[in-house]
């Protein structure tokens, strides 16, 4: 093993025993110690199902990429693995940046960005990402000797040699595919495709999609590309992008084309751009397909411009629940992945409860939860929910009914940082029932609307004794009310 992941392993090994006890999340996976960000080669391999992940261990801020490594069997409970990889060769001396992984001939194979420096002929130097591979038996990974195996010399005149990268992996047929994020010449994003027989020769096949309406940001990071109930998606995450209306407010977001797709021609006719999660910590996302054929997404639950940590916390970083995807009448769905059920302990069910004014209800509390609220019948305009709640902390989710829109709000929830706290989104359809899947982990809130219809994601850091819920309503409403304590 290379002296920089030995270093690495040895220095999480020790450095773990510093975070305090219940500090972190119960089933949302973290790194061992330092930094993480984006998602990595989400793969089922062996009976498990992998997770690796852009992470820097030895300062919690972002720094020269490793991979970080986790593994589990249902997605819930997560076990810790040693670090994969670390920036030790001259082709990803400045990082392992993000990537993805697929079994072939048994063996566990990462494929991923370089990023290193290239002397120029005049003298001065310049970033260069590539994409390299590694092999692997679920635990070590050796980097292929003749790496990197795909360099920007393979694309066509005017694609940006700089950004290129974030390799996503899949096979069809005998064939292997991969999509790589890109820049055109006019500096916007869009997606490169490849095809290989063998993982280790790839030609360039096309352009699969490109910003041709200059709206969707800059650089495409980390696309994805796969068929789901009869269509085809493209995610990618672009930077830089301006909000419209109650859409795209991340600056960084991350977005889904449907779409038709030519597996001859390559093809892609796109749809426009939708977004993926409405909340303020989401980017990144990556998919799998797992062996009983469901799609799964996971992102990295942050965002690039929010610090939300106490100073004091020596990790950074969760990922998301990792959520099943189901396309139906041109919505995308996302839930949680079935096996948090088998999680669920002290149900305590309400029906038909009325809210008016402030109230808590008997029973309903606690940081560690799937609680799903069903506002039914009812006159009023303004209904809401407080959640991690107590006297000094809270964060509110407000149900403009009139409006039809819905607003999360963590000003309160501990936060020192002059960091954006808000959202404002447009709900899906008005006048029906709306059913609001709250699922809480020691430091974040995800919101699942109507099956899955939206996706609302937030980090918090709120202490753990504010665990009370408090709802309030301007009118009555009537609310049917399901929770659930996750326990581990
Ligand atoms: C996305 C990203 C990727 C890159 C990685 C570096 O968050 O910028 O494009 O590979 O993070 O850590």
């Not at 269509?231 to 960084?252: D, R, T, V, W």
């Not at 506002?375 to 039809?404: M, P, S, V, W």
């Not at 819905?406 to 808000?422: A, I, L, N, P």
Request: net charge negative.
């Amino acid at each position: 093993m290379k002296d920089e992941l030995k270093k690495a392993r040895e220095y999480e090994r020790e450095a773990q025993k510093r975070i305090p006890e219940g500090e972190k999340p119960l089933f949302h996976v973290t790194p061992p110690i330092g930094w993480m960000n984006d998602p990595n080669g989400f793969s089922f391999y062996q009976g498990k199902i992998h997770l690796f992940y852009q992470y820097h261990p030895y300062t919690r801020d972002w720094g020269p990429m490793h991979w970080g490594h986790s593994v589990s069997e249902d997605m819930i409970s997560w076990e810790m693995m040693p670090a994969a990889m670390a920036p030790d060769q001259e082709y990803d001396r400045m990082g392992c940046f993000s990537g993805s992984a697929i079994e072939k001939d048994g063996k566990h194979v990462l494929v991923y960005t370089g990023v290193s420096k290239q002397n120029m002929p005049d003298g001065t130097t310049e970033e260069r990402q590539n994409q390299c591979i590694a092999y692997g038996d679920g635990i070590t990974y050796n980097k292929y000797e003749h790496n990197p195996v795909i360099t920007g010399d393979m694309l066509p005149e005017g694609c940006n040699r700089i950004d290129f990268r974030d390799p996503k992996v899949w096979k069809k047929g005998d064939t292997y595919y991969l999509v790589v994020g890109n820049k055109n010449k006019d500096q916007k994003g869009q997606v490169v495709l490849f095809s290989s027989d063998d993982l280790e020769n790839w030609k360039f096949e096309t352009v699969l999609a490109e910003n041709t309406t200059g709206k969707i940001g800059t650089m495409w990071e980390c696309p994805d590309f796969f068929e789901l109930d009869d269509s085809y998606f493209l995610i990618c995450s672009p930077q830089n992008m301006k909000a419209e209306k109650y859409k795209f407010h991340n600056g960084h977001n991350s977005v889904y084309f449907s779409g038709k797709y030519n597996e001859n021609t390559h093809e892609f006719q796109k749809e426009e751009a939708k977004l993926l999660d409405y909340g303020l910590d989401f980017y990144a996302p990556q998919t799998t397909e797992l062996p009983d054929g469901r799609r799964v997404l996971i992102a990295w639950m942050k965002s690039w411009d929010a610090n939300m940590i106490p100073d004091d916390q020596i990790w950074q970083g969760m990922m998301t629940l990792p959520r099943e995807l189901r396309y139906r009448n041109g919505i995308l769905l996302q839930s949680p992945v079935a096996e948090l059920k088998n999680y669920r302990k002290n149900e305590c069910n309400i029906e038909n409860q009325k809210i008016s004014g402030r109230v808590q209800l008997e029973g309903i509390k606690g940081r560690i939860l799937d609680l799903t609220v069903e506002i039914k019948a009812g006159e009023f305009d303004c209904f809401g929910i407080e959640l991690a709640h107590n006297k000094e902390y809270t964060t509110t989710y407000t149900y403009n009914r009139k409006q039809g829109i819905m607003e999360v709000d963590r000003t309160y929830c501990g936060v020192t940082k002059d960091v954006v706290c808000q959202r404002t989104w447009k709900l899906p359809e008005e006048g029906e029932n709306l059913k609001l899947r709250f699922i809480m982990d020691r430091q974040s809130i995800e919101l699942f609307i109507n099956e899955g219809e939206q996706v609302v994601t937030t980090a918090i850091c709120t202490p753990q004794e504010a665990d009370e819920i408090e709802f309030f309503c301007d009118g009555i409403a009537t609310i049917n009310v399901e929770k659930y304590d996750i326990i581990l």
